[in-house]
């Protein structure tokens, strides 16, 4: 059974950092592109950010490049999300996902098989 728990969400002002983990399990995690994406309400779900089974290659919605980092410990089968300089519109449930690939980074959530249940994230002006 694959599972995928996010956590590491909470309420920060504006300009402040929060780190966001995927914990996995029942995933030949290594083998796997793993992606978050987020929501607000209302919104369409976006992506994030995303990384390649080795870590080697990441991907970022423009939105958020220069301000998060995405990370994998293949070792422990949970990625990260570090999240700095927040911003009101950063505001969303935030999910991780594994896809069906191992190499390419869709930025498509229908290329994602497996997420997490979610994780809020508010960012207060």
């Known amino acids: 059974q694959v599972q995928l728990v996010e956590s590491g969400g909470g309420l920060v002002q504006t300009g402040g950092s929060l780190r966001l983990s995927c914990a996995t399990s029942g995933l030949t995690f290594s083998s796997v592109v793993m992606g978050w994406f987020r929501q607000a309400p209302g919104k369409e779900r976006e992506f994030v950010a995303g990384i390649n089974w080795r870590g080697a290659t990441t991907s970022y919605a423009d939105s958020v490049k220069g301000r998060f980092t995405m990370s994998r410990d293949n070792g422990k089968s949970t990625v990260y999300l570090q999240m700095n300089n927040l911003k009101p519109e950063d505001t969303g449930a935030y999910y991780c996902?594994?896809?069906?690939?191992?190499?390419?980074?869709?930025?498509?959530?229908?290329?994602?098989?497996?997420w997490g249940q979610g994780t809020q994230v508010t960012v207060s002006s």
């Open positions: 996902a594994a896809s069906r690939y191992d190499y390419y980074i869709s930025e498509l959530w229908t290329q994602y098989q497996n």
